[in-house]
């Protein structure tokens, strides 16, 4: 099945951070359809369509390519980015010791949004899960 976007991610829209990222790329891609947006928070979403579980999809973001193959972390921002021609900037991002900063930066982030975000009802619901998730 061919696709006309080059990356669908899925994101938390309950993440003013999040959401304000989305919105932002949104109008890099300027109508043109190279991105697609799918918000994880919203009641009709459902994780298992996509052969995962909602808990690993609040733990970090994913992204799903035209092919079907899916993407996590890093990765699916480079995709992201490099859909809305910001291609030779994601080329550096990719160096040794560059590429491997993001990625710790980015598990800080997802593992510690709730609370960055002002979202933790309790210390217990920001707690990691083995798995990667968040306790309920």
């Known amino acids: 099945m061919t696709r006309d976007w080059k990356i669908e991610v899925f994101y938390d829209g309950d993440c003013p951070l999040c959401a304000k990222e989305i919105k932002m ?37 994913h992204g799903r390519l035209p092919d079907g193959s899916l993407v996590q972390g890093v990765e699916v921002f480079r995709q992201l980015y490099s859909a809305v021609g910001f291609g030779a900037l ?10 491997g900063s993001l990625d710790l930066g980015y598990q800080l982030f997802a593992r510690n949004r709730l609370r960055l975000t002002g979202r933790c009802e309790s210390e217990e619901a920001c707690q990691l899960q083995p798995g990667g998730g968040t306790a309920a």
């Open 90 to 99: 994601v080329a550096l991002t990719r160096l040794p010791g560059i590429s």
């Open 25 to 61: 790329l949104q109008s890099l891609d300027r109508g043109k359809g190279r991105i697609r947006c799918t918000d994880i928070s919203a009641a009709s979403f459902s994780a298992a369509d996509y052969g995962l579980q909602h808990e690993e999809m609040m733990a970090s973001i």
